[in-house]
């Protein structure tokens, strides 16, 4: 079985530990209140991925980054070995493209990542995706609009395709 190490970065409060959390056991159900990431939370998933019209297990260690600049110095050191890197940003804010510039600078592109290694994910925690909210990107990063907290189905299979193309990356 193959395994993937894959980064969870953004900003605060743009849903990445629900993200995480959901990803990691999807019967769980979300926190009522909103709890910052102190530096880093490290939770082990598994799941099937294909790759040319094959099933394939992948186990991945999800690291949900705190979106906090204050644990800044921490990021090399979760950078090392990272095969690939989700950038979370919150949907229901005005986009501030500059800042998504900023974390796509600290992590992909200072780790080389090629954009097939990233995804991005626009989170609307407020569980409404406008109908006029089109998938965007930033510096080569695809986003894909989602409401994770109220669908979990909305990024399963963006995330299924995320993990198989790091997985082709990787071998």
């Not at 999807?26 to 799941?47: A, H, K, M, Q």
């Amino acid at each position: 079985m193959s395994k993937l190490k894959i980064l969870l970065i953004g900003p605060e409060r743009a849903g990445k530990t629900t993200i995480a959390n959901a990803l990691a056991d999807p019967t769980r159900e979300s926190l009522p209140t909103y709890r910052p990431t102190v530096g880093v939370r490290i939770l082990d998933c598994e799941g099937t991925v294909f790759i040319g019209g094959r099933p394939e297990k992948v186990e991945y260690t999800l690291w949900d980054l705190s979106g906090d600049l204050k644990f800044e110095a921490t990021w090399p050191v979760s950078q090392a070995d990272a095969d690939g890197v989700m950038i979370i940003s919150n949907g229901d804010l005005p986009l501030k493209t500059e800042e998504l510039e900023a974390w796509v600078k600290s992590f992909p592109k200072r780790m080389r990542l090629s954009p097939q290694q990233c995804i991005g994910l626009a989170n609307h925690p407020s569980g409404v995706i406008p109908p006029d909210s089109a998938p965007f990107s930033v510096l080569s990063v695809g986003f894909t609009h989602c409401c994770f907290e109220e669908k979990v189905e909305t990024i399963e299979q963006p995330v299924a395709r995320f993990l198989a193309k790091v997985l082709e990356k990787k071998k």
